[in-house]
């Protein structure tokens, strides 16, 4: 069955540093998310992404933060100076249409910002 | 601004009886409802969704309920098995909307 995949799956970084994470969608699919789970906290959207660019993104989704897609299959959630509030497990998700019909969630990276 | 709702953050239930999970929701936008299911160390598996122009929807043992009068949704899952025991998340998009606003679970133990 084809699966969303992240990688690493647990990124420990210190506070001011940059990460990068990693996620192979399914390669079908169209449409690309990212979320994040704080510890103890319900799922939060970050960002959609679709046809190259950002469709929709929330508050969380500041300067701070960027998506790339920079080749056919690898989409990447750069956080550019981690604070120690981005410690969160972070899913990579992707669709094949709009609306979030049955997005495919990844495994999950857990970032530690130490 | 907790827009999704799941008030019960445990439920615990014999194997072979039905559990029920509840959902609450406060926009009234909201048309489209997903239930997810999520192990340990394992991102949320989609489980079952709802338009909002149905009131019901059933795919084997589960089965969504949606009341939109009262902004209430329920999984049924019947009859329950050890293996169903997970974090159930309740999740809801606004039509034509890219994103999907997540309860806060609610943590399933099926007893054998």
């Known amino acids: 069955e084809p699966e969303v995949t992240q990688t690493p799956s647990h990124q420990v970084t210190q506070m001011g540093q940059e990460v990068i994470l990693r996620c192979v969608p399914i390669?079908?699919?169209?449409?690309f998310y990212w979320y994040r789970q704080i510890l103890g906290q319900k799922v939060e959207f970050l960002v959609s992404f679709y046809n190259n660019e950002i469709s929709e993104k929330s508050e969380i989704f500041d300067d701070q933060f960027s998506v790339e897609r920079p080749d056919g299959s690898n989409f990447t959630l750069k956080i550019r100076s981690t604070k120690l509030e981005d410690s969160a497990m972070y899913f990579c998700?992707?669709?094949?249409?709009?609306?979030?019909?049955?997005?495919?969630f990844g495994q999950g990276t857990r970032l530690t910002v130490v | 601004d907790q827009q999704v709702k799941q008030n019960s953050p445990s439920l615990s239930v014999q194997e072979g009886r039905i559990s029920i999970l509840n959902c609450d929701y406060t926009n009234s936008m909201f048309d489209y409802f997903l239930w997810y299911k999520k192990y340990p160390a394992e991102g949320p598996t989609f489980l079952i969704s709802i338009s909002s122009i149905k009131d019901k929807n059933e795919d084997g043992r589960f089965t969504v309920f949606l009341n939109k009068s009262a902004k209430h949704l329920s999984l049924h899952i019947v009859p329950s098995q050890p293996g169903d025991s997970a974090v159930y998340f309740c999740a809801a998009s606004e039509a034509g909307a890219n994103n999907l606003f997540f309860g806060t679970g609610t943590r399933l133990t099926v007893i054998p």
């Open positions: 998700a992707s669709s094949q249409d709009r609306g979030l019909t049955e997005a495919f």
């Open positions: 390669s079908n699919h169209l449409y």
